[in-house]
């Protein structure tokens, strides 16, 4: 079974840097589609960033600047490199997978398997 398991949220101050990382466990396929989602409070979950095996990748316009996907295809990890935080980024991040379907799409319902999610704070 796909397990994504998330680190390195935690709180810090504006204009701080926080790297998620995402371990992916327990798949076997060649091709996937993984990604950054938040929920800030009282609001949707959001698309950030989103990357496929063959490296593309497709990015939240407002977030694109500050906030970097990669990933470790060796470890099976995915990271989320965020820089010049803001208080707005405050929220629940999640990662995401799917290994069929629509690719590159910074909607959530396309996405088949979800982490349990890290709590980011800016203050």
């Known amino acids: 079974d796909v397990q994504l398991v998330e680190s390195g949220g935690g709180s810090v101050q504006a204009g701080g840097s926080l790297r998620l990382s995402c371990a992916a466990r327990g798949y076997t396929y060649d091709t996937y589609c993984m990604g950054w989602f938040r929920r800030p409070p009282g609001k949707e979950r959001e698309g950030i960033a989103v990357i496929d095996s063959d490296g593309d990748t497709a990015y939240a316009e407002s977030l694109k600047d500050r906030f970097t996907i990669s990933v470790n295809n060796a470890e099976n990890t995915l990271y989320l490199q965020m820089n010049s935080l803001k208080p707005e980024d405050t929220a629940v991040y999640y990662c995401?997978?799917?290994?069929?379907?629509?690719?590159?799409?910074?909607?959530?319902?396309?996405?088949?398997?979800w982490g349990q999610g890290t709590q980011v704070t800016v203050s």
């Open positions: 995401a997978a799917t290994f069929s379907g629509r690719w590159l799409l910074l909607i959530p319902s396309e996405y088949d398997y």
